[in-house]
């Protein structure tokens, strides 16, 4: 399986903080934000990553990641030239994706809880050829929205719907086989101009291939998109890591507990970062620490 982080368009909800800077390099507490999201990638086991992002910020993405050898990972770069939609991101990856299943994470999304990396841990296992999750909310409105059957089987799905049939939102995670591109390729832009990826997923559930995964009320999850929500993630981050917790989105630690570098290069990492918390976190994972 490959992955995609969608790490484009205007931050426009984050105006006038995002006018000059991408909004998946902005901190979520003491993180830049595009490591939870990529950490999510690694955590199910994935090592071949292509971001996505505008012109103007890819080369951010590049200079903070580089091509990813040093997690152990193969991270390449792509240029949206404008937010056309989630979607997209399967026909500029599609080269990229070629026969393999895929895995697409919004850069702006923050995931955190023991079940659900339970379940990243196990997707390889879960038979089907696409699986998304619900998560409760008490704004559907703003989301793209799963409606349920009394036997808890999905039966529709609505992008930002007026009137929502239900209050389970779809977190911007999604595991598909490769036909997605062949799936995204046959989309016409929505009202809003876009190629939506609920349109993607209403294919599947028509033809019975999409599994839904409910997540449990202990599971977190934002989607920092707005000022309230930034803040309430990195409120969370602080608070959890204080707490004597295993740090979040902590991308060199997955890395590292996933055996793709050794405690040499784990090291080397927190060297690096040596005068900071997190640095001095990294090397108390280590023999040495």
Excluded at 45 to 58: F, N, Q
Excluded at 171 to 189: E, N, R, T, W
Excluded at 231 to 239: I, L, M, N, P
Aim: with cysteine; proline share 3%.
């Amino acid at each position: 399986m490959k992955g995609i982080i969608l790490a484009g368009g205007k931050g426009t909800r984050l105006y006038p903080i995002t006018k000059v800077l991408s909004k998946q390099i902005l901190p979520v507490y003491d993180k830049p934000m595009i490591y939870y999201s990529l950490s999510v990638l690694m955590l199910a086991g994935i090592k071949d990553i292509l971001i996505i992002s505008s012109e103007r910020d890819i080369s951010f993405y590049e200079a903070l990641l580089g091509n990813g050898v040093q997690y152990g990972v193969n991270i390449q770069y792509s240029i949206q030239k404008e937010p056309r939609g989630i979607a997209e991101a399967f026909i500029i990856g599609r080269s990229f994706i070629a026969n393999s299943s895929v895995a697409l994470i919004l850069g702006d999304n923050v995931f955190y809880g023991d079940a659900f990396y339970k379940i990243l841990g196990n997707i390889g296992e879960l038979e089907s050829q696409a699986i998304v999750f619900a998560y409760y909310v008490y704004d559907p409105s703003n989301y793209g929205i799963v409606e349920f059957n009394r036997q808890g089987e999905a039966i529709s799905v609505e992008e930002k719907p007026v009137c929502p049939k239900s209050n389970y939102a779809i977190p911007g995670l999604y595991f598909y086989d490769s036909s997605v591109v062949d799936k995204a390729q046959q989309l016409k832009p929505s009202n809003r101009g876009e190629l939506e990826i609920t349109d993607i997923n209403k294919m599947y559930l028509y033809n019975k291939q999409l599994k839904v995964l409910p997540l449990d009320s202990k599971t977190k999850w934002y989607d920092t998109g707005t000022c309230k929500s930034l803040h309430e993630a990195s409120s969370f981050v602080r608070k959890t890591q204080r707490k004597g917790k295993a740090y979040v989105g902590c991308i060199e630690e997955v890395a590292f507990r996933k055996g793709y570098i050794s405690e040499e290069q784990l090291l080397s990492l927190a060297r690096s970062n040596i005068k900071s918390d997190y640095g001095r976190y990294l090397i108390g994972l280590t023999t040495k620490g």
